[in-house]
Structures are given as C-alpha cells and as structure tokens.
C-alpha cells in the first residue's frame, strides 16, 4: 500500500551509495544540462531529476478493494520503475463498502478506484441519493480482473464436503451447512444471494425468504472470521466466498489450508471495473475561487494542462494494468472475460462457467431485505394451551403437536441476538388472569434462558386446559412488550390460537380495540402477529386486531404452514400493514 517513486530522490544518499562512490572512480560531466554520476563504468541518473524536472514526480492516487490491492500494489512498482513518465503510483487499500460509502458522501480523493463489484456503484449512488447528495461524476470502465463466487471449506473436511455435490439448492434446502459473511459489507455474499434467489421456486418466494433467515443465524464480523470457523468447526461447513479470497488466504501460508467447491448448479463472477474519479468529483469539496479578483488566464491554461498530464498518466497506468494478466494470475484472478487457468493450491485450475454481468438493482433489493431480516427481534410468544388444542389437525397430529414442530424448527433458525419470552393462556390460567408468564424476554445467545424455552416448549401438552382467553391476553401482551420497550430492536408480539375468544368475563372484541388504539403510540411500535391453528379461528378478528397494531394474520393447519408464516412474520417486517 506504499508510494512508489520512479524518479530520484530529494534526499541524500543512503550510506551504501555514498561508500560505493567513494571506492569508485567518480567522473562529473554535464550533459545538456543534466548532472549525472559516472560510477564504475555505469551511469547514473541519481541526480538527473534535477536538470529534468522530475525532483516532484506527478502522484496517481488508486484507492483498490482489499482483495486487489497487493496485485495492484506490484503493478504500480513496476510501472513507477519502467514509465518514462514522472509517476509516483499510491495505492491504498479499503474495504469496497467503505469506499462506497465515503464517495458517496462527497469525501472521495483518488484518482482511480477499483472496487470488487460494478454494484458498489450502484450502492455509491443510491447512498448519495439518500443522503440529498448528487451522484459523484465517476467514469466506469471495463473490469480489469474477474473472481469467481465458490463456496470454501477447510482442506481436512474436503473429503466430507465432497460426499455430495455442493450447490445452491443444497443451501435453499438447509442441506449444506453454510456460512455467509455480511452482505452489506461482501460482494460474493450479495452476488451469492442472488445466485441462490435464482435457484429457488419462482412461485415460492418464502422459500429463499427461508434461506435467508437460517444464513442470518450467525453472521461472522468478515470473511477471515468465517474462514476462521469453518477451519475450526467440528463438522464441515462452507463459507461463500471468491476464489481470490480462498488463493489471498492460502498464498497466507495458514496453519489449515482452503479449498474451493464450485457449485455444480454454476456459479457468478465479480468483475473489478476501472472507475476513473473525475476531476469535477475530485473538485467538489474544493474552496470556491474567489470572485472579487479576476481570473488569470494563464491559471486556466495551467489547469489545463495538468489535467491532460494526469490523463496521460492514468492512460498508461490503466494500459499497464490491462497488460498484468501474469500478476492477477500469480493472485488468483482470472481474466475479465472469465477465461485463464491458475496454479494455485486450493482452487482448480480452468475456469468454471460463471455469469459476470449480474443486475445491480436486483442486488440492492435483496440488501434492503436484508437489512430488515437482520433487524433484531424482541419478541413475545404468546401460546393457546385451551382443552382444544388437543384437537387434531388435517394431517392427524394434535394441534399443539404442530405448535411444538413448528416452533422446535424456528427456534434453531433464530440468532442468538434475538429476545425472546414466552406466555401461555387459557381461561382462568393464572388466578383471575387468562395469561401466565413461563419465561421472560431475553436473548437466546443466552444458553440458560435458551434450554428454558426449549423445556417449556416440551411441556405444552402438560399444560392443556380451559378455554380461549384470547382478548384480555392480546391487550396484557401488547402492555406488557410496550413497557419494556427497547428502541434498537423491533418490539412485537407473536400470538398462536387454535380458537375464537371464548371468555365470558373479560373485554369483547370492541372494547379490545378501543384500548389497542388508547394506547397505541407510533414511536413505540408493537405490531401484532398472530397465527391461527386450525379451522376453529376467528380469522376476521384476528385480522381486525393485527390491523390495529399494524401486524399481520395468518392461517395455518399443517407443520409446514406454521414454519412458512413464522418466516412471514420475519421477514415482511418493512412493509407492514401493506404488504403485497
């Protein structure tokens, strides 16, 4: 990441130089004006840049993704070394998010930038609109490099990984234990979401809203820490990744190498476009001149001339870039075609077949979902035990049988940062209430509280018995989560029935929702989910009252139901009352 300077140097001689010229003949000639040392029977041009105009080189600034800078790194000292021009080439290296981020923001100083994907410009921009800024002037040229999204496991699994083809089905059916690093920080994550959205039933989009959630069960901090559990892990498991970040981490020399899975139902590429910051984006945080003095003429034809010398410089250094195919091989980059064969441990050696022009808008679709999926949960399950829901259900098993499959399912889909707490009702559960508090809200990272809701979940069918209390429960949860709100979470309710209200002692139906709307207040959302079991709900009800809190209803008879809208329930939290 340093500064590398073709031209001689201001500063002295080091010690080595000057003790060679003092054993050395030394020769003084003027030449055109130039000094030059004669040393041995060499000459050298150590003080030429003097005579020559190269004492301050003209300094190229490349802000590169992580991933490529070392490769572009040695690409600039050889084009710093070889250029008749006068060029110091910077290149820094930062995480492409970042990158995006800060251009978007008006604070970019560079020259170049070489994200990991053509959707950081899209992420730039949109940022920018968010932020009321205009879009920074940038032009995006052809990739220079493409990478390949795999799925990598550590080598001493291989074998195990290998027992069945790796795919994106495998991972929509929860059948390849899978780790996906943050898409609002990886390219190969994002790229890998839509490859797996493409992979699932079209008519079924619950089923990659599943994927989704049981990939966001534990997010590592970045790529290296995945790759760091995946070596560690006592069962074999995949990270998504590039076949550039498996070679970086492997050419690492690491205690536990990497190998690559290619998916068998293919794959996509990164590509790693040019982006040239135009001098108009380079302006925009400058001082505005001064009106009150005139303008100088030869100022403006000055800045003219810079900026055809900086344009020169970036076109040879861009040529010289496109013309490194070796270097971005030795790294684990193929061509921006797709094309090249690499020798390099862990990652086969002709390239696969991957798509490399991937929809930016699609991509950032599914990083707003995202983000609301990974918004963490503070919820109260709130369960029916009433004598019915020993009844059975379409497919033969009792109604709280499924209960118990269902939540069993969601429970291991769940982060460890969720809260969660659990009640049960039925008339006359606990005292005068209808409502009976098993387990308080709180995270299931926590092991204790987490085998607590498990043993509860467990003794459900113990607890069976009365009739549904399902008004005077709503109100008393929805006080209940509204009173411990916590403003960095979505606060809710999850309510399970298998019934209508059938308390005669308690609130009707309007009275409910005159006091759902008294206490409504919309800085402290509780929406409503409920869930109905059964062909004994009341679903007009339940509707009435979701719409009041701005939750949702839903109507479920088999395991599979209950497993589909618990995925609803978490992932249509952003849309809310209106979801489609």
């Known amino acids: 990441m340093g500064r590398h300077t073709v031209a001689a140097s201001a500063k002295k001689p080091g010690r080595k130089l000057i003790l060679s010229i003092i054993g050395a003949i030394v020769v003084v000639g003027v030449v055109a004006g130039g000094v030059f040392l004669w040393v041995g029977d060499y000459l050298n041009p150590l003080f030429a840049s003097a005579g020559t105009g190269c004492a301050e080189p003209e300094e190229l600034v490349v802000v590169a993704d992580t991933s490529i800078a070392p490769a572009l790194t040695d690409i600039a000292e050889e084009f710093d070394q070889d250029s008749e021009l006068c060029v110091s080439t910077e290149i820094t290296a930062q995480d492409s998010a970042d990158t995006a981020a800060v251009a978007a923001s008006g604070g970019m100083d560079a020259d170049v930038w070489v994200p990991d994907s053509s959707v950081w410009l899209d992420r730039m921009n949109a940022t920018a609109s968010s932020l009321g800024q205009s879009q920074p002037a940038v032009e995006a040229r052809e990739s220079i490099a493409t990478s390949p999204v795999v799925f990598a496991g550590a080598s001493t699994k291989a074998t195990e990984i290998a027992a069945e083809p790796v795919s994106w089905a495998r991972v929509l059916g929860g059948t390849l234990p899978t780790i996906l690093p943050d898409p609002e920080a990886s390219a190969a994550s994002l790229a890998g979401l839509l490859t797996l959205r493409a992979h699932s039933a079209p008519e079924d989009p619950r089923q990659f809203a599943g994927a989704m959630v049981a990939l966001s069960k534990s997010i590592p901090a970045s790529t290296s820490a995945a790759f760091g559990a995946a070596s560690a892990g006592q069962e074999p498991v995949v990270v998504v990744t590039t076949e550039a970040q498996v070679a970086a981490y492997n050419l690492d020399d690491p205690t536990?190498?990497?190998?690559?899975?290619?998916?068998?139902?293919?794959?996509?590429?990164?590509?790693?476009?040019?982006?040239?910051?135009?001098?108009?984006?380079?302006?925009?945080?400058?001082?505005?001149?001064?009106?009150?003095?005139?303008?100088?003429?030869?100022?403006?034809?000055?800045?003219?001339?810079?900026?055809?010398?900086?344009?020169?410089?970036?076109?040879?250094?861009?040529?010289?870039?496109?013309?490194?195919?070796?270097?971005?091989?030795?790294?684990?980059?193929?061509?921006?075609?797709?094309?090249?064969?690499?020798?390099?441990?862990?990652?086969?050696?002709?390239a696969p077949e991957a798509q490399t022009a991937l929809d930016g808008a699609a991509q950032l679709e599914i990083l707003r979902s995202w983000s609301v999926l990974t918004l963490r949960s503070r919820m109260l399950a709130v369960i029916d035990v009433s004598g019915s829901m020993e009844e059975p259900a379409e497919n033969g098993l009792r109604r709280i049988d499924i209960f118990q499959q269902a939540a069993v399912g969601a429970m291991q889909k769940f982060s460890g940062e969720v809260e969660l707490g659990v009640w049960v009702f039925s008339t006359a559960r606990n005292g005068e209430l209808d409502y009976e508090e098993l387990s308080p809200i709180a995270p299931l990272g926590d092991a204790a509280h987490s085998q607590q809701i498990a043993g509860v979940i467990q003794s459900l069918p113990a607890r069976l018995g009365g009739a549904t209390g399902l008004y005077d429960t709503t109100l008393a949860a929805v006080q209940r989560v509204r009173e411990t709100y916590d403003p960095e979470k979505v606060n809710s309710v999850l309510l399970f029935t298998d019934g209508k209200n059938e308390d005669e002692n308690g609130i009707d139906l309007e009275t409910l929702l005159a006091e759902l709307a008294k206490i409504d207040d919309p800085t402290k959302p509780v929406p409503v989910i409920m869930i109905g079991i059964g062909p004994e709900i009341d679903l007009d009800a339940m509707q009435r009252i979701t719409q009041a809190t701005k939750g949702a209803a839903y109507s479920a008879t088999k395991p599979e139901d209950l497993g589909v809208v618990l995925v609803d329930a978490l992932t249509q939290r952003s849309c809310r009352p209106n979801c489609g």
């Not at 108009?280 to 001064?290: H, I, L, M, R």
């Not at 003429?297 to 000055?302: F, K, N």
């Not at 684990?332 to 990652?347: M, N, T, Y």
């Open 256 to 350: 536990e190498s990497l190998v690559a899975a290619y998916p068998v139902d293919g794959t996509v590429s990164l590509d790693y476009p040019f982006v040239r910051m135009t001098a108009t984006d380079a302006a925009a945080g400058s001082e505005p001149a001064d009106s009150s003095e005139s303008a100088d003429p030869s100022d403006s034809a000055d800045s003219e001339s810079a900026d055809a010398s900086k344009a020169e410089l970036l076109d040879a250094f861009e040529a010289a870039v496109r013309d490194s195919a070796k270097t971005f091989a030795a790294a684990g980059f193929r061509a921006p075609d797709g094309s090249g064969e690499l020798d390099i441990a862990g990652l086969g050696a002709e």
